[in-house]
């Protein structure tokens, strides 16, 4: 599953990333490229601009809520979004390219010192050059998902 996310939906649009998600965003600009864009990659648009084309479009989301929290409800309950614990962390959030891991040594010095001593594993994006490291944030997010995929 392919989405292309307006970029009112910044969040969004990081959190399907950070779910594994091929995620692009789009910039207000002429309808007619968008839906072209949408068909050739197979994307599913997300918006809240009422205004898209629902016919033409392969599928079109209108996001309802102003909260990240629900708009990725709305797509768990509309998409039956699965999470795939081994594709989350494998892209860039900035970039939306796959990261790939690089060995340790590569990190020092490009990371914060206590990082690169309590952490094993590092990625890169290789058209950023930022690199990533499964942090405390990692298990955060996990959790994250983890009650929020028994509620949905
Ligand atoms: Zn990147």
């Known amino acids: 599953m392919k989405f292309l996310v307006d970029f009112m ?38 918006t809240r601009d009422t205004k898209i084309s629902k016919k033409k479009a392969i599928k079109r989301i209108l996001i309802k809520s102003d909260y990240i929290e629900e708009q990725m409800g709305q797509l768990f309950r509309e998409l039956d979004l699965q999470i795939e614990y081994k594709k989350v ?20 010095g490009r990371v914060p010192s206590y990082v690169f001593q309590t952490q094993e594993n590092f990625y890169i994006c290789a058209n950023c050059d930022r690199v990533y490291w499964k942090g405390t944030h990692w ?5 994250w998902l983890a009650r929020y995929k028994q509620k949905s």
């Open 139 to 143: 298990g955060l997010v996990k959790e």
């Open 89 to 108: 962390f494998t892209r860039c959030l900035v970039c939306n390219m796959e990261i790939k891991p690089i060995e340790k040594e590569k990190a020092r």
């Open 9 to 46: 939906l910044g969040r969004l649009c990081k959190w399907l990333r950070l779910l594994g998600y091929d995620a692009e965003y789009f910039l207000p600009g002429k309808k007619s490229d968008l839906i072209y864009r949408s068909l050739k990659e197979g994307r599913i648009i997300l």
